[in-house]
């Protein structure tokens, strides 16, 4: 006669075949490239705040038009870990009670304000075109009020920061103690660092970028050993078959930091150095999450 499974048997079979298929690869590749767009417009704002001019006024035009491109595909690929596009819109439903929909929410009102910064900037330069009619107008008005440009960098900056608290949020929980530890906090805000400091870099901003980019870089490796011992502690087992996935992580970082600092040294900046700084960023945060996911545990 065949034994019905026990409940918890079946559930942790359950859990494991769904983390074999990495059913939460939607949300690695959200949560990275949101922290990708928010250091990006971090960074971009903050260069505006500081050293405004219209050389960097035209690059931050550039940066937020390319963090809005990243937003836009974080956007469509989380969609897809409900099972259905549409449901995405329940979130809504949960704003103020469930650190999701907050994430998600917060998310949605940074991709509002930067796309208005793009749309403002984009009208700005449209002086002597009669296209668009009553949409140019509006933002032409709305370019005429004192300090705009300012109060939108500023509210950018604090969304941006506000948004990755949001993610922090949504993991460090409690019940899961290979998450709930204050290296969650960590691992967001040096992945928003090393990402946007290398993207804003690539895109004009050497200096402010490069140096972002090694104070995440270097807090990533030099957390990283402490940061295992501890998941050791917690799930040994767990900690040993993510250790490819840290390697390459750190190798991969490790290659970016040379690939920067070499290029920070040079007078004349080369292009591609950047560009493969970057896919190596890339790889190394999306590998760093992967393990981070793969962490997720329950009390049984």
């Known amino acids: 006669m065949h034994r019905p499974k026990h409940p918890v048997i079946h559930l942790v079979k359950c859990l494991i075949r769904r983390r074999s298929k990495m059913h939460e690869l939607p949300l690695v590749f959200f949560t990275i490239f949101g922290q990708l767009s928010a250091g990006m417009v971090l960074l971009g704002s903050l260069n505006y705040l500081f050293n405004r001019s219209n050389h960097n006024t035209q690059i931050i035009e550039k940066v937020n038009l390319v963090a809005l491109v990243f937003m836009a595909l974080g956007m469509l690929l989380a969609s897809f870990h409900l099972g259905k596009p549409f449901r995405a819109l329940n979130v809504i439903f949960g704003i103020g009670r469930s650190p999701m929909s907050n994430e998600i929410f917060t998310f949605g009102v940074l991709f509002g304000v930067t796309f208005g910064c793009v749309i403002l900037a984009y009208f700005s330069h449209l002086n002597n075109s009669n296209r668009w009619g009553f949409i140019k107008t509006l933002c032409q008005r709305i370019n005429q009020i004192p300090?705009?440009?300012?109060?939108?960098?500023?509210?950018?900056?604090?969304?941006?920061?506000?948004?990755?608290?949001?993610?922090?949020?949504?993991?460090?929980?409690?019940?899961?103690?290979?998450?709930?530890?204050?290296?969650?906090?960590?691992?967001?805000?040096?992945?928003?660092?090393?990402?946007?400091?290398?993207?804003?870099?690539?895109?004009?901003?050497?200096?402010?970028?490069?140096?972002?980019?090694?104070?995440?870089?270097l807090l990533i490796l030099l957390l990283k050993?402490?940061?295992?011992?501890?998941?050791?502690e917690i799930a040994p087992q767990l900690t040993y078959d993510q250790y490819h996935w840290v390697a390459v992580q750190c190798g991969l970082l490790l290659v970016a930091l040379i690939l920067i600092a070499i290029n920070s040294w040079r007078s004349k900046k080369i292009m591609m150095v950047y560009m493969l700084g970057f896919v190596c960023t890339l790889v190394a945060e999306l590998c760093g999450r992967i393990a981070f996911y793969n962490l997720w545990t329950i009390p049984l």
């Open 147 to 217: 300090h705009i440009s300012k109060i939108l960098a500023l509210l950018l900056v604090i969304l941006s920061l506000v948004f990755v608290w949001t993610i922090v949020l949504t993991y460090m929980l409690p019940t899961v103690k290979t998450w709930g530890t204050y290296y969650t906090a960590i691992q967001m805000y040096t992945a928003m660092l090393v990402l946007g400091g290398v993207m804003v870099a690539m895109l004009g901003f050497h200096r402010t970028g490069s140096i972002a980019f090694v104070i995440g870089a």
């Open 225 to 232: 050993l402490p940061y295992i011992n501890l998941m050791i």
